[in-house]
């Protein structure tokens, strides 16, 4: 991740001086001969298929986020050729978590009009299955890619890992049998330790988002207000989070994952289960936070069912209609499920119709250049082509305020390759009215993901300070989410529009304030035991509202947040 510790000028300047030891920094960096000086750089031309990088180039430690952002940006398209948006769904790292650094990101970002980025880090990091004698070998050693297995796009190995090839069972096995999965819990505080280095101003820029979460555990939810506790004024949503999806749910064998259908190797006595009620619990845990969350959840199987229903969109949509769930806000990833295996029906956009109409909390994204050919139709004969872009473009035009631009580059070697998804759509967005254009590329963002900061950042001031002692209570065995919202309410029904909290970071003042938030919950408790009378406890509810709201009055949170530039009167990109 590039998450480095700042050189301290004298240890720097000795190495400098010091030949021997320019030389052990560079056997220690890249591990492999002939490797540059301290500051200076060489093309890497050995390994050309590597893509685990931001670019080609194996660099040494002092090379700087902008140099590493010029070098991105080379043979990349023009900025003026490239229209204002904002990418909802970003991965800035790999899945062994290696990438872009967030200071190179915004450097990037202002090189391809990207205005704002959701930061998704990729929980399921690979486990390869190769053995020993794999492991030794010096060359797989070098090779990004040898010892994870994955290839430059997606989970399969290498041989399997280009355009045209279709998914077998045998295939399957083949990926299944080379690599595991497992769920990275600390990408999360990876994410968090670099958004804190950067500037107010760059920190505007980005909404990191929390991905290191089993969606199958009891306590997930837990884990997810612990996440926030630990690092408050940073997170703004959730996902990207998987579901069922193609190879990844194989992979995850025996992990206890969440999945929409009964799966064998959960509650094995009974025949298999869905383990899906953990997920609900997560799901409601978010939406109390005011936190959206986007969802991969495929719509089918990658071998569709005969019949031609798509396997999971009948239980997904019962899952985000759920009683715990419907009121959080939830980003359906890749136009509705798409994916490199799970491509358009007939009837898919008919089926997404239904779920916007059924779903007030379902907005989508039409992330990933996978899906991008499929909405355009590439592969397609040419008279099928129009008819999917014509109707997409009507689709689009009327679901505008719900559907959301994403990239889903994963740690993007360069800017050319960052933006082929938004390129791929040049001709689809073309089609349709200003007003759909600028709210697919900008304002469906800015509603539902960054819109979404003033209300986490208010739920980690003055609600989530009340919480902090169930978080490690041994006692608690699970959290009550619907008395938490109805505390949430009733405090912020009380609460003066001064005292709303809009920033990104606590500062002192305001860790204090936590704290006495925190006297004021355990005294609570205690009052609580004491009086067994119901209207009694909910008297003492409220003078301690009341006294925390007369402690706070002086209190300066109505900080504004850095605010945005204002867009420059330019001509559309096309």
Same mark, same amino acid.
């Given at each position: 991740?590039?998450?480095?510790?700042?050189?301290?000028?004298?240890?720097?300047?000795?190495?400098?001086?010091d030949?021997?030891?320019? /030389?052990?920094?560079?056997?220690?960096a890249?591990?492999?001969?002939?490797?540059?000086?301290? =500051?200076?750089?060489?093309?890497?031309?050995?390994?050309?298929?590597?893509?685990?990088?931001?670019?080609?180039?194996?660099?040494?430690?002092?090379?700087?986020?902008?140099?590493?952002?010029?070098?991105?940006?080379?043979?990349?398209?023009?900025?003026?050729d490239?229209?204002?948006?904002n990418?909802?769904?970003?991965h800035?790292?790999?899945?062994?978590?290696?990438?872009?650094?967030?200071?190179?990101?915004?450097?990037?970002?202002?090189?391809?009009?990207?205005?704002?980025?959701?930061?998704?880090?990729?929980?399921?990091?690979?486990?390869?299955?190769?053995?020993?004698?794999?492991?030794?070998?010096?060359?797989?050693?070098k090779?990004?890619g @040898?010892?994870?297995?994955?290839?430059?796009?997606?989970?399969?190995?290498?041989?399997?890992?280009?355009?045209?090839?279709?998914?077998?069972?045998?295939?399957?096995?083949?990926?299944?049998?080379?690599?595991?999965?497992s769920?990275?819990?600390?990408?999360?505080?990876?994410?968090?330790d670099?958004?804190?280095?950067?500037?107010?101003?760059?920190?505007?820029?980005?909404?990191?988002?929390?991905? @290191?979460l089993?969606?199958?555990?009891?306590?997930?939810?837990?884990a997810?207000?612990?996440?926030?506790?630990?690092?408050?004024?940073?997170?703004?949503?959730?996902?990207?989070l998987?579901?069922?999806?193609?190879?990844?749910?194989?992979?995850?064998?025996?992990?206890?994952?969440a999945?929409?259908?009964?799966?064998?190797? &959960?509650?094995?006595?009974?025949?298999?289960d869905?383990?899906?009620?953990?997920?609900?619990?997560?799901?409601?845990?978010?939406?109390?936070?005011?936190?959206?969350v986007?969802?991969?959840?495929?719509?089918?199987?990658?071998?569709?069912?005969?019949d031609?229903?798509?396997?999971?969109?009948?239980?997904?949509?019962?899952?985000?209609?759920?009683?715990?769930?419907?009121?959080?806000?939830i980003?359906?990833?890749?136009? @509705?499920?798409?994916?490199?295996?799970?491509?358009?029906?007939k009837?898919?956009?008919?089926?997404?119709?239904?779920?916007?109409?059924l779903?007030p909390?379902?907005v989508l994204?039409?992330?990933?250049?996978?899906?991008?050919?499929?909405?355009? @139709?590439?592969d397609?004969? &040419?008279?099928?082509?129009?008819?999917?872009?014509?109707?997409?473009?009507?689709?689009?035009e009327?679901?505008?305020?719900?559907?959301m631009?994403?990239?889903?580059?994963?740690a993007?070697?360069?800017?050319?390759?960052?933006?082929?998804?938004?390129?791929a759509?040049?001709?689809?967005?073309?089609?349709?009215s200003?007003?759909?254009?600028?709210n697919?590329?900008?304002k469906?963002?800015?509603?539902?993901?960054?819109?979404?900061?003033?209300?986490?950042?208010?739920f980690?001031?003055?609600?989530?300070?009340?919480?902090?002692?169930?978080?490690?209570?041994?006692?608690?065995?699970?959290?009550?989410?619907?008395a938490?919202?109805?505390f949430?309410?009733?405090?912020?029904?009380?609460?003066?529009?001064?005292e709303?909290c809009?920033?990104?970071?606590?500062?002192?003042?305001?860790?204090?304030q936590a704290?006495?938030?925190?006297?004021?919950?355990?005294?609570?408790?205690?009052?609580?035991?004491?009086?067994?009378?119901?209207?009694?406890?909910i008297?003492?509810?409220?003078a301690?509202?009341?006294?925390?709201?007369?402690?706070?009055?002086?209190?300066?949170? =109505?900080?504004?947040?850095?605010?945005?530039? /204002? /867009?420059?009167?330019?001509?559309?990109?096309?």
């Amino acid at each position: 991740m590039q998450h480095l510790p700042l050189f301290i000028p004298n240890t720097l300047q000795r190495v400098r001086e010091d030949t021997e030891l320019q /030389k052990l920094a560079a056997k220690m960096a890249h591990h492999a001969p002939g490797s540059p000086p301290l =500051g200076e750089h060489v093309e890497r031309t050995d390994f050309p298929s590597v893509s685990e990088a931001s670019f080609y180039t194996c660099y040494s430690h002092e090379v700087s986020p902008a140099t590493r952002a010029r070098h991105a940006d080379r043979n990349s398209y023009d900025r003026d050729d490239l229209p204002r948006h904002n990418d909802a769904h970003m991965h800035p790292w790999s899945y062994i978590q290696k990438g872009i650094g967030l200071k190179e990101l915004v450097l990037r970002m202002k090189m391809i009009n990207c205005m704002t980025s959701v930061v998704m880090p990729i929980p399921t990091s690979i486990i390869p299955l190769q053995g020993d004698k794999a492991y030794k070998h010096y060359e797989l050693m070098k090779i990004p890619g @040898g010892l994870h297995h994955c290839g430059p796009r997606y989970y399969l190995p290498a041989e399997f890992n280009h355009r045209g090839v279709t998914l077998t069972p045998e295939i399957l096995a083949c990926a299944v049998s080379a690599a595991t999965l497992s769920l990275d819990t600390e990408v999360d505080d990876h994410t968090a330790d670099e958004f804190k280095q950067l500037e107010p101003d760059e920190q505007n820029v980005l909404d990191p988002m929390i991905t @290191g979460l089993h969606l199958g555990s009891t306590r997930a939810d837990f884990a997810l207000f612990k996440k926030l506790a630990r690092n408050p004024g940073v997170f703004t949503g959730g996902g990207e989070l998987t579901f069922n999806k193609e190879l990844v749910e194989h992979m995850f064998e025996r992990d206890g994952q969440a999945s929409l259908h009964p799966v064998p190797y &959960i509650a094995r006595h009974n025949g298999g289960d869905t383990n899906i009620e953990p997920a609900k619990q997560l799901m409601a845990a978010f939406g109390v936070a005011g936190m959206p969350v986007c969802l991969h959840c495929d719509i089918d199987d990658w071998i569709p069912d005969k019949d031609g229903n798509p396997k999971n969109l009948a239980a997904f949509s019962a899952f985000i209609g759920d009683t715990k769930v419907r009121d959080t806000k939830i980003i359906w990833a890749h136009a @509705g499920g798409l994916g490199r295996f799970v491509k358009q029906s007939k009837g898919h956009l008919n089926a997404l119709e239904d779920m916007l109409a059924l779903h007030p909390n379902l907005v989508l994204d039409i992330a990933w250049s996978e899906v991008a050919r499929q909405l355009t @139709g590439v592969d397609l004969p &040419i008279n099928e082509a129009r008819l999917r872009v014509s109707q997409w473009t009507e689709f689009l035009e009327k679901h505008s305020s719900r559907i959301m631009f994403g990239s889903d580059s994963l740690a993007p070697k360069s800017n050319q390759h960052w933006s082929q998804t938004l390129i791929a759509y040049k001709d689809l967005l073309r089609g349709l009215s200003a007003e759909a254009r600028l709210n697919v590329l900008e304002k469906s963002y800015e509603t539902h993901i960054k819109g979404a900061r003033d209300a986490v950042r208010k739920f980690e001031n003055h609600v989530l300070p009340f919480m902090r002692d169930k978080l490690c209570d041994f006692s608690t065995l699970r959290l009550d989410i619907p008395a938490i919202r109805i505390f949430r309410d009733a405090l912020y029904s009380r609460m003066k529009s001064t005292e709303v909290c809009t920033t990104r970071t606590f500062d002192h003042h305001e860790i204090s304030q936590a704290n006495e938030r925190l006297e004021l919950r355990q005294m609570l408790g205690k009052k609580i035991l004491e009086n067994a009378s119901k209207g009694r406890r909910i008297e003492e509810l409220e003078a301690l509202l009341e006294a925390q709201r007369g402690g706070a009055s002086g209190s300066q949170r =109505g900080r504004s947040s850095v605010s945005t530039p /204002k /867009k420059p009167n330019s001509k559309p990109w096309y």
